[in-house]
């Protein structure tokens, strides 16, 4: 097994997000989509980093070539070692949009802060270094994953990947002195793809240095190691993707309602996309855009049980898959909704219809096929389905208990739904 290097690590780098009191005492710009969370509410800090060092370039499972690199990592973490749950999130950013987005922290960032988890965002993709270094060359200008252009294919990424994980495993220089017990790696989509190419033909050849894996709303290797392996598929991947079966290594979970990139993502966007590119972008789609079925709780969930499968070997729950005809279709009720899969309340005592479909209507607007949709009831509908508010009030609480005890969303996010359904 090859060794992974220690990167060189440099920062946190100054500057400050506009409207910060420091801003006017620093020359430089402030981190690209740096977060809108409250972070002092709950005493967290987010610092940014320069690592650098000599990645390899495989073939086969061999190194054929060793280049250097450099480039970022956005560290979100406890200001105080105390309240840190020991455990590290390391997001592999994703560059669909053509520069980076820390898809797995805005929906669920209050979660990642309430449990002490420390986040940790890696720059690992050209598409993403690229427009760094467009966007601030001041700050990100010397950012390069590609050996000067000798190198194409995000060939490095695996390696720098691999050295972030280890720069948090052996020292507290990426994390102001906290001490990091384990390392997990996530990604989302296009990123779940490049983490199962990375779990596949590169994994094999070096030391591990994650201690588990989540694949969400992407696809995910057979696992076949020690390390589990946890994929969670909104509706809309489940109608591209196949099915596959738990072992005890890993699991899959499909929640019926939800998107690929829904609203809750979308909101947690709109402040950051307004601030650093001057808009927020708007869609043409067939169907209203953007469930509301939060992926996120289920996912703050699966997070939770990752940690602990990775250090105390407790398996997640399993979970009933989405139904599917012989031709892979998703089976639907009468009113559209898919059945089968992790129903949340807001699919299964709902007030709108909240799909994982949707489609462009204008081809420019291509992304509509990641949105889902949302079409709420109207009044009549509403009165025909509750009796009371009351009768909904408690059909909620029925299914937030069960999903609860299940084991498939928080307490902390089934209160928040809770609260939301009592004030409706």
């Given amino acids: 097994m090859l060794p992974v ?42 610092e940014e980093f320069v690592i650098s060092g000599t990645a390899n370039r495989y073939s086969g499972g061999e190194v054929v070539s060793e280049h250097p690199y450099r480039t970022r990592v956005v560290v979100r973490r406890p200001d ?45 993709q050209n598409v993403g270094v690229s427009h760094l270094t467009e966007w601030s060359p001041a700050r990100y200008g010397r ?26 495993r052996s020292s507290g220089d990426l994390t102001g002195g906290i001490g990091i017990d384990q390392v997990l790696a996530i990604g989302a989509s296009q990123s779940a793809g490049r983490m199962t190419v990375y779990y596949e033909e590169v994994l094999p050849h070096i030391e591990p240095v994650f201690d588990g ?45 939800t998107a690929h990139s829904g609203w809750a993502g979308r909101r947690a966007r709109a402040e950051i996309e307004e601030r650093d590119f001057g808009r927020q972008s708007q869609y043409d789609c067939v169907e209203p855009p953007f469930s509301r079925a939060p992926l996120h709780h289920v996912l703050n969930a699966s ?10 070997g407790t398996p997640p729950p399993s979970a009933e898959p989405i139904a599917r005809t012989g031709q892979g279709e998703i089976v639907r009720d009468g009113d559209g909704f898919a059945e089968g899969g992790i129903r949340l309340s807001q699919v299964e005592v709902p007030t709108a219809l ?21 079409v709420p009831f109207d009044e009549d509908e509403l009165v025909e389905r509750y009796r009371s508010h009351a009768q909904y009030v408690w059909e909620v609480n029925r299914v937030e208990n069960e999903n609860v005890r299940e084991g498939y969303v928080t307490r902390a996010d089934s209160l928040r739904t809770r609260l939301e359904a009592s004030r409706r």
């Fill in 5 to 46: 290097p220690v990167p060189e690590i440099e920062g946190p780098l100054p500057g400050s997000v506009p409207g910060d009191p420091l801003a006017d005492d620093v020359e430089d710009t402030y981190p690209f989509f740096s977060t809108t969370e409250n972070l002092d509410l709950y005493d967290y800090v987010e």
């Fill in 303 to 312: 997070y939770d049980h990752l940690s602990a499968w990775a250090s105390d």
């Fill in 80 to 124: 105080d070692p105390r309240d840190s749950n020991g455990t590290a999130l390391t997001e592999w950013q994703n560059v669909s949009a053509g520069s980076d987005l820390d898809a797995l922290w805005g929906p669920s960032a209050k979660h990642i802060m309430r449990s002490g988890y420390t986040w940790v965002g890696v720059s690992a």
């Fill in 143 to 168: 950012l390069d994953v590609t050996d000067g252009g000798t190198v194409g294919g995000d060939q490095l990424s695996y390696d720098v990947f691999s050295q972030a994980a280890q720069a948090l």
């Fill in 213 to 257: 894996y989540g694949f969400v709303v992407g696809t995910a290797p057979e696992a076949d190691r020690t390390e589990p392996v946890f994929q969670v598929l909104s509706e809309t991947d489940v109608a591209w993707i196949g099915p596959a079966e738990d072992t005890g290594t890993f699991r899959r979970w499909e929640v019926a309602g």
């Fill in 354 to 374: 909240n799909t994982g479909d949707n489609a462009p209507a204008n081809p420019e607007d291509y992304f509509c096929v990641l949105f889902g949709s949302h």
